[in-house]
């Protein structure tokens, strides 16, 4: 049985699909991941313990412990794990993208950087490390702007600003939120420097595509309905086949495709986000692993091999094509279908919810899953970096299922108690 090797971080929600998807494809996934190398297996996984900000000695401790069986294939789960898993194919003589390539992924000002030099459409954008230095930039900039942290993921910490006095509060704020425990431990020089560009209007898409040795392969493009203007840019909604025009989606691909080759991405799956205007398609990012989250389970695949009646997961895809298997002939299933990330409304302890059933059983529905935990607190953005949840829909066209996953978040009603400060010793 051919072995695959994710890497991953152990919070993250895709694990398990990708084990289930392990189950139907045939393979043996072995996992590393940032467990606590102190305990024995506390996962229950068997997963080798790495550490993402130190890429030697984790390539050394995954080498050691697979021994004279090296796996048949890598897959990269999450943004931080892309740059290991790059230097796992290569120390491997496997297939993936090149070290130095997905460093770039991971680094705002670096996507930026090699996105202009290729000659593609770019923002003004300036970087400045945090301090004194961040700050003047408020008076450099033109408006409005957008603040972003360099390699945060899922809009964390991401603020439209619109004068320099909005500037300058969101870049303290941003600041703040750069020293949070959580933040640091990631031990990353790139939360030293603050990153300022000129805010991009239009409509947004994401681009789901895998780089076959450096072909571009595309498998979806979705819309974003809810319009992302700011001052935050919490992402709700997903729902695919897209419903713009069939040249400006070929003009889409096209610039995913001519930014993964700017950045030097070239095998395996790439995650791209774009805005598009009269003017242009912009991309805003390129990350070297796939859509995040559950999300990937709006997404189904049919092929020849499998059959017209057996459907594929994304991460069915994903692992066959880490094992060398041909993917040309996978296309997405011809229904529609949609992802709503259910949105944090306020900060607060999350206690419960109503109305489950009642959204469940909203036709067109697949499922609703509440990821929150109760009594635990949430945080929404700019400073979080999670969602209460997710709900999945199909149906005849990209329109029904908008309509049908606003309907089913309209039934929830959530009950999120305010939380009550600590107070030190007099």
């Known amino acids: 049985m051919k072995r695959v090797l994710l890497a991953a971080t152990t919070t993250g929600y895709q694990i398990r699909s990708f084990g289930e998807a392990a189950e139907r494809v045939g393979v043996r996934l072995v996992f590393a991941s940032d467990r606590c190398d102190r305990l024995d297996d506390p996962w229950w996984d068997q997963a080798i313990p790495v550490r993402f900000h130190d890429e030697a000695r984790s390539v050394d401790a995954v080498a050691a412990a697979l021994g004279a069986a ?25 297939p993936g993208h090149p070290p130095a390539a997905a460093a770039v992924t991971r680094n705002k000002l670096l996507t930026r950087r090699a996105l202009a030099s290729a000659g593609l459409p770019s923002p003004w954008f300036e970087a400045a490390r945090v301090g ?41 704020r ?21 990153l300022i560009e000129s805010f991009i209007p239009g409509s947004e898409y994401a681009i789901e595509a895998v780089l076959d040795r450096g072909v571009f392969r595309l498998l979806a493009i979705f819309d974003k309905p809810d319009p992302l203007n700011g001052p935050f840019f919490e992402e709700t909604m997903y729902v695919t086949p897209s419903g713009a025009a069939a040249d400006l989606q070929h003009r889409m691909a096209a610039a995913a495709a001519d930014a993964a080759r700017a950045i030097g991405l070239h095998h395996g799956p790439i995650h791209a986000e774009c805005r598009v205007n009269d003017r242009s398609v912009y991309v805003l990012e390129v990350a070297a692993r796939p859509i995040g989250g559950l999300c990937s389970r709006a997404l189904r695949f049919s092929s020849p091999r499998s059959g017209p009646a057996a459907l594929l997961s994304l991460e069915e895809v994903l692992l066959r094509h ?26 607060g302890i999350f206690r419960s919810v109503d109305g489950l059933e009642e959204a469940r059983r909203v036709t067109g529905i697949e499922d609703v899953r509440i990821t929150a935990k109760p009594d635990a607190p949430i945080v929404p953005l700019p400073e979080g970096r999670s969602y209460l949840g997710f709900i999945f829909a199909r149906g005849g066209r990209p329109g029904d299922v908008q309509r049908t996953l606003r309907e089913s978040h309209g039934q929830l009603r959530f009950a999120i108690d305010r939380e009550v400060p600590v107070l030190g010793p007099a």
Do not use: W
């Open 174 to 194: 941003l600041e703040r939120l750069l020293q949070l425990p959580d933040v640091r431990l990631e031990r990353d020089e790139a939360h030293l420097q603050v």
């Open 70 to 94: 090296p796996p048949d294939g890598i897959v990269a789960v999450g943004d931080r794990p892309v740059v290991l898993a790059a230097h796992l194919s290569r120390a491997f003589g496997l």
């Open 322 to 347: 880490a094992v060398g298997e041909d993917i040309t002939e996978v296309v997405r299933e011809q229904t529609a279908s949609g992802v709503m990330m259910i949105p944090i409304p306020a900060r």
């Open 132 to 172: 004194p230095p961040a700050r003047r930039l408020a008076a450099a900039a033109p408006y409005p702007a957008v603040i972003k942290p360099l390699a945060l993921s899922g809009s964390r910490g991401v603020m439209r600003v619109n004068d320099a006095g909005e500037c300058a509060s969101a870049i303290d």
